[in-house]
């Protein structure tokens, strides 16, 4: 099997290198390779220009809409691989990562595989980001942050394609800015392809290093999850609105106390300050990891359930 390996990017001096070198040497050699630019002036251009002679395998393509479904949309016409792999710049792989995918895909008969997002070290902050988004408290069940699950899902990380699968339920949709893996792994699902997560397909990501970032990001998520559900019924799990309801809770919490007296009314609050403290606490991490920890939690719950309010609304208003 030829692989095609495709990496959206911007901005990405920090990390070019590293990603450049792994898709370089990784085995099989005998592969194709597309950046896809979306505007970078860091610098990313020019360290790849010049990387440029170390082989015709090599593309740079530039992505006017800089959106990661738009560079996907337009590279995967292009492969000529039997199986397209997506990579990240913020991600580091095991050297046999193309490897374990090309097997994965022989031994399961899966038309998509990918590996869980394991957690790079990284700061402080980073790590106990990295400790919430793998706790079932932080997101739930999604089996792609449990790196110890094995089997058939319906998402991945990442994840690799076979070619063949674009042709049958279409390619991705751009009006996606986040969440366009959850959609289209879903339609996938829905269209009866398998998608099959293997613990020996490695990769570590690395989160945001700020506050400020990590509200953006989940907020974003929740901004577009109630149009994949719409679109993707069968993507419906608990989880999705429990930070919305959270964050209705917290909002009519004050005008609760002021019509009923009654402090039975924070119950649901003080609930979610002790889980808050038994999983950011409960694991192996220093001290000062498990205090960020406990900070962490309600910027992911409440940024990703005011996205999903935004989102509700802003489908609302479209359909008016």
Not at 8 to 35: G, S, T, W
Not at 200 to 228: A, T
Not at 250 to 279: A, H, M, Q, R, W
Not at 290 to 316: A, C, D, E, N, R
Request: contains cysteine; aromatic residues 18%.
């Amino acid at each position: 099997m030829k692989i095609s390996v495709v990496i959206p990017i911007y901005q990405e001096i920090l990390f070019i290198e590293n990603i450049f070198n792994f898709v370089i040497n990784a085995k099989p050699h005998d592969k194709e390779i597309y950046f896809i630019d979306g505007g970078s002036n860091d610098g990313t251009l020019e360290y790849l220009n010049n990387k440029l002679s170390n082989g015709s395998n090599i593309n740079i393509i530039n992505n006017p809409r800089k959106t990661v479904p738009f560079a996907l949309n337009m590279t995967i016409p292009l492969c000529k691989g039997d199986i397209i792999v997506r990579l990240d710049a913020h991600t580091q792989y095991s050297k046999d990562y193309f490897e374990k995918i090309i097997n994965t895909f022989i031994e399961t008969g899966a038309e998509i595989v990918g590996g869980p997002m394991r957690i790079a070290k990284g700061s402080s902050l980073q790590n106990a980001i990295g400790i919430a988004t793998t706790s079932k408290f932080g997101i739930g069940n999604s089996t792609f942050h449990f790196e110890n699950y094995k089997g058939f899902t319906d998402s991945v990380y990442l994840g690799a394609w076979k070619k063949s699968i674009f042709d049958k339920i279409g390619l991705f949709d751009i009006f996606f800015k986040r969440n366009q893996d959850d959609e289209f792994h879903y339609r996938a699902c829905k269209n009866g392809l398998k998608i099959y997560q293997n613990p020996e397909i490695k990769l570590y990501y690395f989160p945001r290093n700020s506050y400020n970032r990590l509200f953006i990001q989940y907020f974003q998520y929740g901004l577009y999850k109630p149009k994949v559900l719409i679109k993707n019924s069968n993507g419906f799990s608990v989880r999705h609105l429990i930070p919305f309801f959270f964050v209705l809770y917290l909002l009519v919490l004050p005008l609760l106390f002021y019509y009923f007296k009654s402090l039975f009314i924070f119950f649901p609050l003080d609930l979610y300050l002790i889980l808050s403290f038994y999983f950011s606490f409960v694991k192996n991490s220093n001290i000062k990891e498990k205090v960020l920890t406990l900070l962490v939690y309600p910027i992911i719950h409440i940024s990703y359930g005011l996205g999903f309010i935004f989102g509700i609304f802003k489908l609302l208003k479209k359909n008016s």
